[in-house]
């Protein structure tokens, strides 16, 4: 077998930059290496074995990246350092800082509390002191590293107040965090005694991910108690320190593995070679069950133990048939927590294997150490059962592994519904771990299930993994942070998958921006037009049950009806929600006499501003004018926009200015889409809401959506909507797949030209 990577000379960086240079910097407690030895030019460094690695790697060598975290040696300074094309910048910490920041409030505080206090976590203010202080060391580092405009991504949760440190130091960077672990529930969650600063940094990010979606509304709920702050569906006002908000976006980016990498090492030979080897030297049984863990009173391995043993006592498996492989790799050994419970898993093992094994099978093989990762692939290939009984899990990703790498699709998976995987890999065998009864009955299931079933399952689990790689998880949580994502054509299964859900709900408003979402962006806004797709699928929308269909815009209603040319029955918004034109025709709009005095001026204004800018053009809407720079370049427009900007500011403070592409809006009347769509809901009386839009005022709506709505982003650009998709083609096809979906729940056919 193949073992850990080879040990590489660091190359050292003695002249280490004392400035910003790196455009993407990753902080994480520990760097992605374990030290070896030797001093200076001389030390040695290997590659750490993890998924996170794999997911970073690529976007750091192409982003200019830098990792920050601790060496894993006490008391020691290294400089930075490049290793395996990664620039590594070490944080040191004291003996002391490692007893009392990592072991003690890291572990024996947070960690106890976010698992539902399966153990009594500890709360001692030193321990709390040393935990600030360490944030505050790593949140320097990065304020040091990163480049101008830099994207800062912060991992778990011995660095949750690193986000809100650095923003107070650096306000120019694109921060995010993302939490490994679950985040409890509020009646939990109250019992730290520093829970408002634990949640006032976490708020420094701009978004923070979680595995689940119950995660993200557990911390939703705990910052509305603890602070009062505005929170719709997934995003959360925080006030910026001004008279403004940000942003912050709090939802779920469950975390995978490196799917292909696993297969492609089950598939060498002599990784088959081992598992058959593996299985010879337990006795041949007919059924191998493995458990795989990290030493921690979390992962339910006394609960398995339990029920094996009570399977055994009970004559419903026997050591003949069926061997247990125990692998619990050894964990943070010097908390008295954990010593106790190797204690007993121990006496529980010895006791089981004197009470049932014989001299040629041995109840449970138990192993108390780490492997390689070839060595691990090679015992999921020779399980036939995979328990994973973890009391609570933030995702588990040994069940991920287990199956990435059963490309034989052969293999049962047990999974604990308390593991965030759980909630992706339906198709395993869902256990309550405290349930001992049924988790025998579990056992039971997945040792005597058809060999027919079996691969039915393990087909659905593979692809699922497949589908919903660790990369994918890094491209989806750096593109909701940045934007940046690459879009491919097409409609993805989550996508689909949701607007089958959505299809399902009684009564649905269906919410559509224009220019740029049913109508391609033209250079002259008058020749817009809705795509012919577009329009068809929302004749078929109207005509289906409790489904209403608006168009919400920033034109001036007049100019939107005539280039929308709305089918009946459709709502529309103009102005940015200014103008509503609901049932019955009327537009509702009602200016004050100080209002119009202030469009006039407001008018005047920019109107002279657009005419020292060649190819700058107004639009008059009855609430406000926009300032049009589409037809300039960027660098002119940028500065025409900013005079306009600020010669209304000086004359006409308090009026209302929005920007979007290429556009500069004013009004003197505060409104915009997400107050629109709000009334919209109202009047519609909706259970459920889809929205689509392209640009920066779409914010506005995607920010009320509630947890059951659905907001797609049309095009590249930062967004806080849920999903992406490229184009106006593209939303054609997600409104015909609706269009088929609500009229299969509601029973009917739609009737497509």
Known sequence: MTNAPEADHATERDDAPPSAVYDMVVVSNRLPVDYVGGDGPDTEWKTSPGGLVTALEPVMRAADGAWIGWAGVADREFDAFEHDGIELIPVSLTADEVADYYEGFSNDTLWPLYHDVIAPPSFHREWWDAYVRVNRRFADAA??????????????????????????????????????????????????????QVVDGLLGADVIGFQRAADAG??????????????????????????????????????????????????????????????????????????????????????????????????????????????????????????????????????????????????????????????????????????????????????????????????????????????????????????????????????????????????????????????????????????????TAGLSDQLMADLDRLARTDRMLVALDFDGTLAPIVDRPEDARATDGARRAIEQLLGLPDTRVAIVSGRALGSLTEVAAPPEGVLLSGSHGVELQLDGGDVTIDLRDAERADLDRLTDLVERVASTGEGAWVEHKPAGIALHTRRMSPTAGAALQQAARGRVAEELPGITTRSGKSVLEFSVRSSDKGESLNRLRQHVGASGVLYLGDDVTDEDAFAVLEADDLGVKVGSGKSIASHRVRSTADVVGLLEHLVEARAAAAGASPRWP
């Open 143 to 196: 304020a040091l590293a990163a480049a101008e405009d830099a994207v800062v991504w912060v991992q778990d949760y011995q660095l949750q107040l690193v986000p809100r440190m650095l923003r107070e130091q650096r306000p120019d960077l694109v921060i995010g965090f993302f939490n490994h672990i679950p985040f409890p529930a509020y009646g939990i969650y109250s019992q730290l005694p520093w829970r408002r």
């Open 218 to 487: 557990n911390f939703s709920r705990a910052v509305r108690r603890l602070f009062g702050y505005t929170t719709r569906g997934s995003v959360i006002e925080v006030p910026d320190g001004g008279t403004g908000t940000r942003r912050v976006v709090a939802r779920h980016f469950p975390i995978s593995i490196d799917a292909a990498g696993f297969e492609e090492i089950a598939r060498r030979p002599e990784v088959q070679a081992r598992a058959a080897e593996i299985r010879e030297s337990l006795g041949s049984p007919r059924t191998v069950m493995l458990g795989v863990d990290r030493l921690d009173y979390t992962k339910g391995i006394r609960h398995r133990l339990k029920a094996f043993g009570e399977l055994l006592r009970d004559d419903r498996l026997s050591v003949e048939d069926v061997t247990l492989v125990q692998v619990a790799s050894p964990s943070r050994e010097r908390v008295e927590t954990y010593r106790q419970l190797r204690d007993e898993i121990e006496l529980t093992v010895g006791r089981l294997n004197g009470d049932y094994s014989t001299l040629g099978h041995q109840a449970i093989a138990y192993l108390h150490h780490g492997y390689p990762r070839e060595e691990m692939v090679a015992l999921y290939l020779a399980a036939d059962v995979m328990l994973v009984t973890a009391l609570r899990d933030g995702m588990n990703l040994v069940a991920k592994e287990y199956v990435a790498c059963r490309f034989d699709n052969d293999g049962t998976l047990v999974l604990s519904e308390f593991t965030g995987a759980s909630d992706e890999l339906r198709q395993a065998i869902l256990v309550n771990p405290h349930d001992i009864e049924g988790l025998k009955d579990a056992m039971i299931g997945a040792v005597e299930m058809p060999q027919k079933e079996r691969a039915r399952r393990m087909r659905s689990l593979r692809k699922r993994v497949r589908d919903n790689d660790v990369a994918k998880w890094s491209a989806s949580f750096l593109e909701a942070l940045t934007g940046s994502g690459r879009l």
